[in-house]
């Protein structure tokens, strides 16, 4: 992007501070220069054809000075300061004064300088000259005044030197800082080895110059070579830098340059914001080549890179010089457009990529599809700085690849890894390594405390060993049953008044009462609140029995408040920390199973897993491991899995889920209706029920057509073999039309909300069954005809 030079102008909001350091600094030349120069006039017939020759080179010199390529806000080398430092040297301040000015001006007039800012040139040079002027004095005396240089007058023009680079280096760097703000600092300071380079070698190339004009006026001329030679090395220097900021397979800018770039263009920009220009909107576009992998696994790398040198030629042909386009690395491009009036100007630059990509690449007359996704973000709606920027753009571009789109704006919402939530993260990482607050109790119906652990956890039951290490409370010891607990419960408790002794099911371990050890959360997890499991009953539909529950997380942080589940899983899904998450929800559920055995609780609990645990064997050894500690029996958990991660590696989740049906875990279909499955996938899997989504429950009462896809699925699942659950059941009459319409289970606040599980028990021992009668409301409505 070639723009004007912005060190003409001065930034708004900053031309007080700014004006104020460059009238300071023109101030104090005139107090150093003013008396040198008065009386100069005098002194110029009798300075001799060296002085002259010095003079002449010097100003011929900055007629053309090197500007390095790339290097716009570092100094350009003026050849003037080796002339005009030797004659500080030999013929005092006002000579060498009144020759950098003339210089200044030449080069001033050659770069365009803006005047303020060839005035300001020419103070800094005198304030430099004078304070290595005024060390210099310390010495001896001036180098033509005859005799052997001693190591005093060394030592002088040596401080001399370092003066003048400090002081001028300080008053450049100062400008720049407040004309760029603080954040073009550092990059003022990493230019300081390039200074010290070529500017420091102009100033010791002085006293040779000096040395020269000694002997003979012709001899200067010569310094010329070594001049050449600076000049040479400096370009060399910053041709290699320039280099480094190149792309060796395309020739376009790299990454290092892209950032430079844009770190320039946003501080051009804020300054037009503030002006209130129109076109005050950058954009950065970052592209990634659709299918670029499959061309380098199936024809080499080799044409990999003859496709990316094509692709890189048509972006070129797209940007024009305006813009600065650059490569990133691997398939990967990005454009940096500037003065734009907004969104759609960088939308319509995005359209002319993607048309530009559309047509085929041929090579050795083999047509190569390319394609691309765009990311944009813009300044300085979507960040005010490169990493913000390149990030948000990149959130936008992965956006429009799973939106199979080509290009996306950032939006907020699609930010998955936003500060606030890989704080979230973190937290849940804390909270999850912690483990369960100790001395976690459950009650029974009557409020008695149940005990903590059970027999069965101590060692693992069925002499099984365990795997995964448990940062949890103390186990409690078993010294015997407890009568008296169980004939409490038993009288408390309706449900097991009804069933005696369970019929099926294996004999529910003796425990003992133990006392309920002092609560007391971890130390690690103290501000991040704790981890616990809600659990909402399962309703079967004819007899009204309460037959099972559904395991729901829930996550109260003590500065968010109640986590939304939803945002939950979605922040653990990204990272391994999904994997902890499922480890406690695991260990949560099957120990509150053995707990409500021991209280005589029989009941069928179901939780939710994702796609990253049903893509390894993990979870099955994990439920198989947990189930036998606790002594639980497997028919008594279920794990419900969703269309989407059904589909989305069909062939892995089927083993897992295959190793858990073997195990004898029920699997349930969980949204059914929402995804993608087929009746193939419905035949294959071994599925116990399916869930329809509440989407259609909710509104089957008063939406005809959601009435009849319910039905549809409840007759689809009976054909199938399959029991139904209802999610969303919220009223009676949609209780009864799921009745009607011969659905198994229902699940919904009509019946109860999702509770903790020591509310649960209490909850069970107040609930009465009831069935649902025939009537006018049991009618499932019909689509009228149409």
């Known amino acids: 992007m070639e723009t004007a030079d912005p060190r003409n102008s001065v930034p708004p909001g900053r031309e007080a501070r700014f004006a104020g350091f460059v009238a300071a600094v023109v101030g104090l030349a005139l107090l150093v220069a003013a008396l040198p120069l008065t009386g100069l006039p005098d002194r110029l017939p009798r300075l001799p054809v060296a002085f002259w020759t010095m003079a002449a080179l010097a100003v011929a010199c900055d007629a053309r000075p090197f500007v390095p390529p790339g290097r716009r806000h570092t100094s350009a080398v003026f050849p003037s300061t080796c002339f005009t430092f030797a004659i500080l040297l030999g013929w005092g301040l006002g000579p060498a004064v009144a020759v950098q000015a003339v210089a200044v001006a030449v080069s001033g007039w050659r770069l365009r300088h803006a005047l303020w800012r060839t005035t300001f040139n020419a103070a800094q040079y005198a304030c430099a000259l004078g304070a290595a002027y005024l060390v210099f004095r310390l010495g001896p005396g001036g180098l033509f005044d005859g005799g052997r240089l001693g190591w005093t007058g060394v030592a002088a023009v040596g401080g001399a030197t370092v003066t003048w680079f400090a002081v001028n280096y300080g008053l450049v760097s100062s400008a720049l800082r407040l004309r760029f703000g603080g954040l073009w600092w550092p990059s003022v300071r990493q230019a300081l080895p390039y200074e010290l380079l070529s500017t420091g070698s102009l100033l010791l190339l002085a006293p040779v110059l000096v040395t020269a004009a000694r002997a003979s006026a012709a001899l200067i001329p010569l310094v010329l070579v070594p001049l050449f030679a600076v000049y040479r090395m400096s370009r060399l220097a910053a041709e290699q830098e320039h280099l480094a900021a190149l792309d060796p397979l395309t020739g376009l800018p790299n990454r290092k340059a892209l950032l430079a770039e844009v770190a320039e263009q946003v501080h051009l920009h804020a300054e037009r914001v503030a002006k209130g220009d129109p076109e005050a909107h950058l954009a950065l576009l970052l592209i990634d080549l659709d299918r670029f992998k499959n061309v380098n696994d199936a024809l080499g790398h080799a044409v990999g890179d003859r496709l990316l040198v094509e692709v890189s030629a048509r972006l070129v042909d797209v940007v024009g010089g305006r813009d600065m386009l650059a490569r990133l690395g691997g398939d990967e491009f990005a454009i940096v457009a500037g003065r734009l009036a907004g969104v759609d100007e960088a939308r319509e630059l995005a359209d002319r990529v993607v ?11 083999l047509p190569l599809d390319v394609g691309a996704s765009i990311g944009i973000a813009l300044f300085p709606e979507h960040g005010e700085d490169f990493a913000t920027l390149m990030r948000h753009a990149d959130v936008a571009m992965y956006d429009a690849k799973q939106r199979n789109d080509t290009a ?12 606030e939530r890989l704080g979230l993260l973190a937290d849940l990482r804390r909270v999850l390594e912690a483990g369960p607050p100790a001395g976690r109790t459950v009650r029974g119906g009557d409020g008695a405390a149940l005990p903590s652990r059970l027999a069965a956890g101590a060692d693992g039951a069925g002499g099984s060993t365990r795997r995964w290490p448990r940062r949890r409370r103390a186990r409690v010891a078993v010294d015997g049953a407890d009568e008296l607990l169980n004939r409490i419960l038993t009288g408390a408790d309706p449900t097991r008044r009804r069933a005696g002794q369970p019929a099926t099911g294996p004999e529910r371990p003796k425990v003992p009462a133990a006392p309920a050890p002092v609560e007391r959360a971890e130390d690690a997890a103290a501000d991040v609140g704790a981890i616990t499991m809600y659990y909402q009953p399962q309703i079967a539909i004819a007899t009204g029995e309460v037959v099972g529950v559904e395991a729901l997380l829930r996550w109260r942080h003590p500065r968010r408040g109640m986590v939304d589940p939803e945002e939950l899983i979605r922040v653990a899904e990204q990272s391994a920390v999904m994997r902890l998450l499922t480890q406690r929800v695991v260990d949560d559920v099957v120990e509150q199973l053995a707990k409500w055995s021991a209280a005589g609780i029989h009941l069928r609990a179901a939780l939710n897993v994702s796609v990253r645990d049903l893509h390894t064997g993990e979870i099955a050894d994990r439920i198989a491991d947990r189930l036998a500690a606790f002594g639980v029996p497997p028919e008594r958990l279920q794990l419900e899995i969703t269309e ?3 589909m989305a ?5 089927l083993t ?24 193939q996938h419905l035949r294959r899997l071994p599925l116990a029920e399916v869930k329809v989504d509440r989407s259609f429950v909710l509104g089957m009462a008063d939406d005809a057509d959601d009435a009849a896809i319910v039905r549809s699925m409840i007759e689809l699942a009976g054909a199938l073999g399959l029991r139904v659950v209802a999610e969303g059941v919220e009223d009676e009459r949609t209780w009864r039309m799921l009745h009607a319409a011969g659905c198994d289970v229902a699940q919904g606040w009509f019946h109860a909300r999702p509770m903790p599980a020591e509310e649960l028990a209490t909850w069970l021992t107040r609930y009465r069954p009831v069935r649902p009668a025939g009537g006018q409301d049991a009618e499932v409505p019909h689509r009228p005809t149409r």
Do not use: K, Q, W
Request: proline share 4%.
């Open 355 to 365: 048309a530009a990509l559309t047509e085929p690449v041929s090579l050795d007359g």
């Open 408 to 419: 996306a704006v950032y939006a907020a919402e699609s930010d998955h890894n936003s500060a």
């Open 644 to 646: 989407g991660a059904l």
């Open 649 to 653: 590696d069909p062939r892995r989740v």
């Open 656 to 679: 897992t889920i295959s190793r858990l049906h073997r195990i004898g875990v029920a699997i349930s279909l969980d949204d059914f209706g929402t995804g993608y499955s087929s009746m």
